[in-house]
Structure formats: structure tokens, C-alpha cells
């Protein structure tokens, strides 16, 4: 029977990326010195199982190149080499190297064997460079069950390994241990088929083998125990020590292959029949807590409970009593109610504790530090926030960039704080809370603060402000997110080129976010960022153009008006202004744009929904306002195709379907109305 165990590798890969989170973590979190052994165990465990499981599903290159980095977290841990900042250095590389050799293969794309083939020298020199304790190399060690004299007449060990029924459906394969006990010595293997079933009856996803092993080798029996220990609890094991004469001794320690009576290969899963292998290099899963899926089942459970109770009513109501439509009356109530909280409990699946963005910027702030020469203290607070993955997944470069210039041009250098009175390290503070149906993330740095004037004044030059103009301090600060804006007075490869505050602001509005910033010169600066917590459901205003029914986004909506006719100007017989109070904003003919047919075409008694987006304000002509409620966001380009001017789509409680107007695109539109050779392609009047 072939197996086919491709279809594991996308569960390998993810285990391996967060393995290579939990080693970046504890490399930037050990002392340098004598190593914790707790943090230095979590590193090795997670290295020692991506070289096992590499090995497992023949990714070979991985394997080799962890195996370097195992053997130095193993020197550390046994304390015969202290951590030192240059093999800290070293091994945070080896992780990047390695997430990216995972990647490439993932991706089933050619890994960079140059760069691994440098930072695999690299550790292969601090391995050559022999024991860095003082005191291990001053103390002459002690003869260890390792070498031949003080093993005496071991020869080896015998071992019984019997695994459960279930452990093949953990990802353990046995094939994968005998390897690695291959490498300790002479290995031979003979397997017991004696519980084997006939073809018929056998489970794929079971073990029903169990082996005898025989370990050639003067290894100490924590070494092999060690092989053996992530599946302690999922099989029987036995393991006893081979005795000989002293003149066979010397054979002891023999490096060799497996040889076995019994070919051995490796018992996976089956694939079901019919199925697909595919490579997705995007993030298609999510991990669920089994508290949130135990909700979800328990609002099946009641659904289906209401459901019961509405089926058993007679629903003949020519002759229908009061007494039966009480019931009606009270089985909908909780059939409305049980939906509610169904579609809160799904919703809760697809949040997730905003610490798997926070923890990509501890590696950045020390690597940043290293480079720029400056003392930094990272803090996080409220890491368990919860938000939902798309969110999470889009707001990740927007808080780079933020940090990034926090470091860069918000601490300063160690001589210049003291100098100010602070202490020498700076921090910079990462905070995640609920406000209503918002998260808020700050970013704040206590570094030099922003200089309103040198704003002012860099604002003049590129002649975005007037000389003589009076700006608040909102109005300053909003300079910075113009495109092409810095105030800084150096260019670097960090940061300050201009290049990226605009676009920070772009990526969180198209979220349904906006960012506001505070700042004291010489106390520090605060970026404070708003969105909403799921882009599945939407807050909307249901407005009315001519039959047609659409959605604008109420985050986006100024006010709404009544027009009068002698707030409304023409500009080149064109386009419409409408006076705001002092601003002039253009009137986008929602009508035209989506070409329906309407009798009135004059603007008086027509209302106005002042829009913003973009930083930029239009005025959206309407025939009517109907009323605000959430509505579930549908993909419209996932189901048809992607249209200019609206974003999604949604179903009306009557089963009509309204789409979701994209304010920022027909803002864009409106002030560059398509070809007509591109009309057709994804004209908003395709789907009017």
C-alpha cells in the first residue's frame, strides 16, 4: 500500500514556524553567561523537533543545518559552554536562515544554499573553537559513562519499543527515532508483525507493529531515553544495558547503519481516496481553542432545539389558535436570539490574541539596537487583545513602520539621554485594549518627541501650508502622513525617506481604522490606532437611489443634508461643488455613477451624504436615508468580480442583495471617471 504523507506537511510547517518563534524568543530572552537550563531546554526541544521531523519528510537540508544548531543549544545546556553574545548572534541568524530554507521548501521553490552554507560555517566555528567555560577548561573533567574506560563491559543496550494503538495519529513515526538512534551507534532492528491485521481490517492511522532494538554504542542511556521521550506517554517501552567480556570492548562505538531483519518504512496516515494535494503558501488555517468550539457546539445544540420547537407547531393558520401563536411568537424570539449569539460565537473562531503581532518586533528592536547603537527596553501590555486573523494580518506593516521610526528617530543615543536627564535605555511601550466595538493598539516611545515649528517649517517648503497659516496641533501632525513628507535630516535604511507614513495611514483606513498622534518634545510620542474588530460585519447606513438599495460604511459618513440650491457651484460647466460651511466638496451623482434611471434630476430637495475617505470628502447625492444596521460583508470579487467603487455585498433581511459602496474608490472616481474602453471591464454598472 503507498502512503502518501505530503498531506502532513502543511501541519509539519506550521509547528515549525512556531518551533522557530519559541527559539527566537528564548535566544533573545537568555542571559549572557552560564545558560538557563529551562530556556535553553525549550530551544533545544524546538530545534531537536525540526530536525527530526525534517528528516521524517526528507527534507534533508533542513535536517543538516539544525543538526549544527543542536549541537551547540546541547553543549549550552549541559554546561559545558557558557552563552556568550556571539553565539546568541549566531543562532537568532540560524533561525532566519532556517525559517527562510523552510519557506523555499514549503514553497517548493530552490533554497539560498550560499547563505545557509555561511551561517552553517559560522556555527561550525564556534563549535572548532572548543569549550568557552573557564572553568570547565581549567578543571580537567571527570571520566564520563561516554568513554570506553568508564563504561566498563557495556557493550550497548537492548530495547522494547511497543507503541499505542493511537501514537501514528500524534505525526510520531518510529522511523524517524531509529535514525536518530543510528547516529549513536550500531543499530539493528527487528520488528514483530504478530499483531498485524489482514488487509480488510486495517487502520491506517494505528500501530500494530512493535519492535526489538539493538544499540551497538558506549552511549549513555539519558541519550537514548532522549529519543524517546516525546512519546513516553503513547507507547511501552523497555530499555536494558548489553553486557560482554572486556577483549569485545573494544568494538563498542561503532558508527554504522540500521540493519534489520524486517524492512522498516514509514507508517503514516492514508490518504482518502479522491483527495488533492495542494500548496498553499498563505496562512489557510486557523488553531481554535477547544473552549470556543465547545460554545459553538453547545449553540448548535440549542438551534436545534428551537427548531424542534417551531416544527411541532401546526402550521395550517386557517385554523390556528392564540395559544399556538404565543408559541410561534416565542419560538422565533429564540430562534432570533440563538442566531445572534451562533454568529458571535463563529465570529469569536476567527480572533485571535494580538501577540502573534507583537512578537515579531523583540528580534527588530535588538537587531535595530545592535545596528544603530542605542539602548532600547521593549514593554507589552495586553498581548491576549483579541482581533480578528484578516485584521491582524493586514495591520502587521503598518506597526513595523511605526516601531521602526520609534527607534530610529524617536529614542535617542545613549549620550544624548543622559544628557536630557533620562536614563540611558529608552522605551518603547506596545498596548492593545477594547473601546467599545474597537481595539485600540499604542505605540508610544519616550525619545525625543516631534518638533512642531521644523513641521511647520518643512511643510512651507514643500509648500503644503501657507507661511502666515495657524495650524492646531491635529492639523501639524496630520502633515506627517502627507506622501513624501519627513523632517528627517539624515536618510537611512531604517527609516525616514518619506516613503511610508502615507501608506501607514492608507493600509489602516482601508482596515476601517483611522490613527491619531500626540506628542511632547523631549517627553515622547504616541501613535494610537482604532479599528474595528472583525471586517466581516460592517456597520452600515442603507441609503435609497432610485429602486436600488446600497450600503455606505458609517465610519465613513461626515453627515448627511438636505441640498440647497445656492450652496452649489459649477466649476468649467463640470464638476458640482457643494458649500460646507468654508469647505467645497464635489457631489458625487450616485445615480449616474451607477447608471439608474431616476424622473428628478435637478439637485434641490435631493439629500447629500458627506463622505470621507482617503483624506479626501465628496458628497454622495441620495434619494433617501433608510436606517443604520450591521450587515455580513460577502466578497464580491470572490463571486464575481472585483468592482471599482464598491467593496463587498451583503443580503437585506428580504433576501434582496444591496452592495457595500467602497467610499475611497468612488472618490477616485469621481475625480477620474473610467474610459469608456475600460467601462466595461469592472464598471460599477456592471452589477447596479
Known amino acids: 500500500m503507498t502512503i502518501d504523507i505530503t498531506q502532513f506537511h502543511e501541519t509539519f510547517f506550521e509547528e515549525s514556524f512556531e518551533g522557530l518563534d519559541i527559539m527566537e524568543s528564548g535566544l533573545l530572552n537568555l542571559d549572557i553567561g552560564a545558560a538557563d537550563n529551562d530556556t535553553v531546554n525549550s530551544i533545544f526541544r524546538a530545534a531537536h523537533s525540526i530536525k527530526g521531523g525534517s528528516a521524517t519528510f526528507g527534507f534533508s537540508e533542513v535536517a543538516e543545518f539544525t543538526h549544527g544548531m543542536e549541537t551547540l543549544l546541547d553543549e549550552m545546556r549541559d554546561g559545558s559552554r557558557d552563552v556568550t553574545q556571539g553565539s546568541v548572534d549566531t543562532l537568532l541568524q540560524s533561525v532566519d536562515c532556517l525559517r527562510e530554507m523552510l519557506a523555499a521548501s514549503r514553497d517548493k521553490t530552490p533554497i539560498d544554499t550560499e547563505r545557509a552554507a555561511v551561517v552553517k560555517g559560522?556555527?561550525?566555528?564556534?563549535l572548532a573553537s572548543g569549550n568557552n567555560n573557564a572553568e570547565t577548561n581549567s578543571v580537567k573533567k571527570p571520566e564520563t559513562a561516554d568513554t570506553p574506560e568508564a563504561c566498563g563491559n557495556r557493550a550497548g543496550w537492548q530495547i522494547k519499543f511497543k507503541p499505542h494503538h493511537d501514537m501514528l495519529r500524534t505525526g510520531n513515526d518510529p522511523v524517524r527515532m531509529f535514525r536518530e538512534l543510528a547516529e549513536l551507534g550500531e543499530l539493528a532492528v527487528e520488528v514483530n508483525i504478530s499483531q498485524l491485521p489482514i488487509l480488510d481490517d486495517l487502520d491506517p492511522?494505528?500501530?500494530?507493529?512493535?519492535?526489538?532494538?539493538?544499540?551497538?554504542?558506549n552511549v549513555e542511556i539519558e541519550k537514548v531515553k532522549e529519543i524517546f521521550e516525546w512519546v513516553e506517554d503513547e507507547c511501552d517501552f523497555e530499555i536494558t544495558e548489553i553486557e560482554v567480556d572486556a577483549p569485545h570492548a573494544n568494538e563498542v562505538g561503532k558508527r554504522g547503519g540500521i540493519t534489520s531483519k524486517a524492512e522498516v518504512t514509514p507508517v503514516t496516515a492514508a490518504k482518502p481516496a479522491g483527495s488533492k494535494a495542494t500548496v498553499n503558501t498563505d496562512s489557510a488555517s486557523i488553531r481554535v481553542s477547544i473552549d470556543k468550539v465547545d460554545a459553538l457546539i453547545n449553540m448548535v445544540g440549542e438551534l436545534v432545539i428551537t427548531q424542534s420547537m417551531i416544527g411541532q407547531l401546526d402550521c395550517d393558520f386557517d385554523d390556528f389558535d392564540i395559544s399556538r401563536m404565543e408559541k410561534l411568537r416565542d419560538g422565533l424570539t429564540l430562534l432570533e436570539r440563538n442566531t445572534r449569539e451562533l454568529q458571535e460565537s463563529v465570529m469569536r473562531i476567527r480572533m485571535l490574541p494580538i501577540s502573534f503581532a507583537f512578537n515579531r518586533f523583540p528580534r527588530m528592536v535588538h537587531d535595530l539596537c545592535q545596528k544603530l547603537d542605542k539602548k532600547i527596553e521593549l514593554k507589552t501590555t495586553g498581548e491576549q487583545t483579541e482581533l480578528d486573523k484578516t485584521v491582524m494580518e493586514k495591520i502587521g506593516d503598518p506597526l513595523v513602520h511605526l516601531v521602526r521610526n520609534s527607534i530610529d528617530h524617536g529614542i535617542e543615543i545613549p549620550e544624548d539621554r543622559l544628557k536630557a536627564g533620562k536614563p540611558e535605555f529608552g522605551t518603547i511601550e506596545l498596548n492593545a485594549f477594547h473601546k467599545g466595538g474597537n481595539i485600540i493598539i499604542e505605540i508610544k516611545d519616550d525619545g525625543a518627541g516631534f518638533n512642531k515649528e521644523r513641521i511647520k517649517a518643512k511643510a512651507i517648503e514643500k509648500e503644503l501650508i501657507g507661511s502666515d497659516e495657524i495650524l492646531s496641533d491635529e492639523k501639524i501632525y496630520d502633515l506627517l502622513f502627507q506622501p513624501g513628507f519627513s523632517t528627517a535630516e539624515q536618510l537611512s535604511d531604517v527609516s525616514g525617506r518619506g516613503v511610508g507614513m502615507d501608506v501607514v495611514r492608507r493600509n489602516i483606513r482601508e482596515l476601517g481604522g483611522n490613527i491619531d498622534v500626540t506628542s511632547e518634545e523631549g517627553i515622547g510620542t504616541t501613535f494610537t490606532i482604532r479599528l474595528p474588530l472583525t471586517l466581516a460585519i460592517l456597520d452600515g447606513q442603507l441609503v435609497c437611489v432610485g429602486d436600488e438599495i446600497y450600503i455606505t460604511p458609517l465610519v465613513s459618513i461626515v453627515e448627511s443634508l438636505q441640498i440647497k440650491q445656492e450652496f452649489v457651484n459649477n466649476i468649467a460647466?463640470?464638476?458640482e461643488l457643494y458649500k460646507v460651511r468654508d469647505d467645497y466638496i464635489p457631489i458625487v451623482r450616485m445615480h449616474d455613477m451607477f447608471g439608474i434611471n431616476i424622473k428628478r434630476k435637478g439637485l434641490e430637495g435631493g439629500l447629500l451624504v458627506v463622505v470621507e475617505g482617503d483624506g479626501k470628502?465628496?458628497?454622495l447625492l441620495v434619494d433617501e436615508l433608510l436606517g443604520q444596521q450591521q450587515v455580513v460583508i460577502k466578497s464580491l470579487e470572490t463571486n464575481y468580480k472585483r468592482v471599482d467603487g464598491v467593496s463587498g455585498a451583503t443580503i437585506l433581511g428580504d433576501g434582496t442583495v444591496?452592495?457595500?459602496?467602497?467610499?475611497?474608490?468612488?472618490?477616485?472616481?469621481?475625480?477620474n471617471p473610467p474610459?469608456?474602453?475600460s467601462t466595461p471591464e469592472n464598471s460599477v454598472r456592471d452589477v447596479a
Open 658 to 671: 444591496a452592495l457595500i459602496l467602497d467610499v475611497d474608490g468612488l472618490i477616485d472616481l469621481s475625480r
Open 675 to 677: 474610459t469608456s474602453s
Open 205 to 217: 492511522e494505528e500501530s500494530y507493529l512493535s519492535w526489538a532494538l539493538t544499540l551497538k554504542s
Open 122 to 126: 559560522e556555527l561550525e566555528e564556534i
Open 617 to 619: 470628502k465628496a458628497g
Open 573 to 575: 460647466g463640470q464638476t
